[in-house]
């Protein structure tokens, strides 16, 4: 069967939650899937917990000599990946049993310049032993005329399907930031991409977001930081043409205006 979608893991420590996330592929309705696992130098156990796993000839594992970060870890799956279309699934996360069915039938419906399809995502908060202990379905979608309206609406998108070209003809996550690619590299390459094509939201519960204790997104502080460094260089980058507001909503750093500068 000729695949059409490979769904990348970067891994780094993720535990148990690894397994779940493979097995989330593998208990898709849509089978026509291959999986590339990048290990960013590990050292717990989540590879011995998906040794099974890795027996099937559709896994493909890649283990990094030391952590390299995100960006460069999912660079060198990317170069192992040639299906059309690409779905990044995080090692601590899961797909809901339709997932890549519904996204490849939206495939279908949008034009070539639609470069990335998402939808929507549940947040399942856990405590630090991985017992579940709540979970919130989030429905964020958006619509926007141009990249600008992207900025300001402080979307991020999941689960996130690229097609594959388009990664590869914007050099895959990018690792020139004062952080090597290591933070906020989705939302980089999602700028990347509504510069130059578009992102279409539909309106599916596609994506399972595990919140707990561990995720490197709790360092709030550092993120902030990112994100702010992140807006001001994609301004630049289009034109230098605004000065950007931001707001803090719960603890978290967002756009809140864009000022046209003074000529």
């Known amino acids: 069967m000729k695949q059409d979608v490979t769904v990348l893991i970067p891994s780094f420590n993720p535990g148990s939650y690894l397994a779940q996330a493979i097995e989330s592929v593998f208990q898709q309705t849509y089978q026509s899937w291959k999986v590339v696992i990048v290990d960013d130098g590990s050292n717990d156990n989540s590879l011995f917990t998906i040794k099974h796993y890795l027996m099937d000839p559709r896994v493909i594992l890649i283990k990094m000599k030391k ?10 799956g990317l170069k192992m990946i040639n299906t ?9 996360d899961w797909l809901f049993p339709n997932s890549l069915e519904v996204l490849l039938q939206e495939v279908q419906n949008v034009s070539n310049k639609v470069a990335l399809i998402c939808g929507n995502k549940t947040d399942v908060y856990c405590d630090e032993n991985g017992n579940k202990l ?9 619509t926007f005329e141009n990249p600008y309206q992207f900025l300001l609406s402080n979307f991020v998108p999941f689960p996130r399907l690229y097609r594959t070209k388009v990664l590869k003809e914007l050099g895959g996550w990018p690792t020139d930031d004062p952080w090597q690619g290591r933070h906020m590299e989705d939302r980089r390459m ?11 939201w539909i309106d599916k519960m596609l994506y399972n977001y595990r919140q707990h204790p561990n995720n490197a997104t709790k360092n709030i502080e550092l993120y902030n930081q990112v994100f702010e460094w992140l807006i001001y260089y994609t301004l630049k980058k289009w034109g230098d043409e605004y000065e950007p507001q931001f707001k803090t909503h719960c603890g978290w750093r967002q756009l809140s205006e864009l000022r046209l500068k003074k000529s």
């Open 67 to 76: 952590n390299y970060g995100q960006s460069k870890a999912q660079n060198a």
């Open 84 to 92: 059309p279309y690409t779905l990044k699934l995080d090692a601590d």
């Open 134 to 142: 709540i979970e919130v379905p989030r429905r964020e979608g958006i």
């Open 190 to 200: 999602d700028f990347l991409i509504v510069e130059k094509y578009e992102i279409k």
